[in-house]
């Protein structure tokens, strides 16, 4: 019997949203310029992402990094066939993004969360279950009204940091909410990177037997250095979309609150995710020099260096190329 194809296992192409503007900035301390923001999207949307989150329209209160989320709004570049990806936390950031979509300059996707962890979405949200989804369905029926679609995110898939292990049937009655209530698609947050692969195919694997007509978002984070070779697993399993942060930057909303997780914070780097799935064949529509250069500019905006290696690394080289010299060697 023949030997099945490496490639068997992995799809011809995949959508990566490029998340820095959004589940990114949300956690670093330093307020980036409206106008750099654009800058940025702008740039990322160049370089081929067919996806991205933009802002988010949570209290400017708490998150004063998103003020200008309406600023944003009108002043990035649209091109047809990208999607724009809001965050929307309840009612009042619905009014707000509801009068931009009347001005000609809203969204085409909100992202709604409630972590199946309820003590989690307690202490992120101060919401019960219940209370969440009532108010998530009123919102749903509002974005339904204007043909804005869905994302239902389920938060703490894998675990929770501040309650241990999840029940599945926790993270089910989540994702079931969404379904019924008429999201388009899931996304599967693994909210401060506790997942592995073992369990990503297991509990994907549950979902999809459950719920086999969803259209499920791989979301990982890179807290302990794990988001790409999860997001993989994701992948082999039959998702066709994933989730990345430039410079793997997010993690825990700057909110002022206590910490109530450890480790290394971040979305799983969008960097190295595309370089190795083009890498492996798999096409994501992303121009991978142009997306280098944004990495290399989210560096700049921020004032730090990020955790992405491709950056560093570059791509890999298949062909002949010119030795690099080395600081301090003899010219030859």
């Keep these: 019997m023949a030997n099945a194809s490496p490639r068997a296992a992995l799809p011809e192409s995949v959508v990566v949203c490029e998340c820095w503007a959004r589940d990114g900035l949300q956690s670093m301390p ?18 081929g992402f067919a996806k991205l989150e933009v802002t988010s329209f949570s209290n400017p209160k708490l998150l004063p990094q998103f003020a200008d989320a309406e600023e944003v709004l009108r002043g990035i570049r649209r091109r047809p066939g990208v999607s724009h990806v809001v965050l929307m936390p309840n009612e009042r950031g619905f009014d707000r993004l509801e009068r931009c979509q009347g001005e000609g300059h809203g969204a085409d996707e909100i992202i709604l969360m409630i972590s199946s962890s309820e003590r989690h979405n307690l202490l992120n949200f ?21 043909g804005i679609r869905i994302i239902g995110c389920a938060g ?17 009655k989540i994702v079931r909410f969404y379904l019924d209530e008429g999201a388009q698609t899931i996304m599967l947050g693994d909210t401060t990177g506790m997942a592995n692969p073992v369990q990503v195919r297991e509990r994907i694997g549950a979902l999809r037997a459950d719920f ?27 998702l066709r979309y994933v989730d990345g942060s430039l410079g793997a930057i997010g993690g825990q909303p700057a909110t002022g609150k ?75």
């Design 156 to 172: 703490t898939v894998y675990g929770c940091p501040v309650g241990g292990d999840v029940p599945y049937a926790d993270v089910a």
């Design 212 to 238: 086999p007509r969803a259209e499920y978002i791989a979301h990982f984070h890179d807290t302990r250095g794990t988001g790409v070779v999860n997001s993989i697993a994701a992948i082999e399993l039959g």
């Design 30 to 47: 330093v307020l980036v310029p409206t106008e750099r923001k654009i800058e940025m999207i702008d740039r990322i949307t160049a370089a």
């Design 126 to 146: 101060r919401m019960a279950h219940g209370d969440a989804m009532a108010e998530h369905a009123r919102v749903m029926r509002r974005a339904h009204a204007l």
């Design 258 to 332: 206590a910490k109530y997780s450890a480790g290394f914070t971040g979305n799983t780097c969008t960097e190295d995710l595309v370089a190795l799935l083009e890498e492996m064949g798999v096409r994501t529509g992303v121009d991978v020099p142009a997306m280098i250069e944004a990495g290399i500019l989210a560096e700049e905006v921020l004032g730090q260096k990020l955790r992405s290696n491709v950056i560093r690394a570059g791509p890999v080289v298949h062909g002949e190329s010119s030795p690099e010299k080395e600081p301090g060697a003899a010219a030859i």
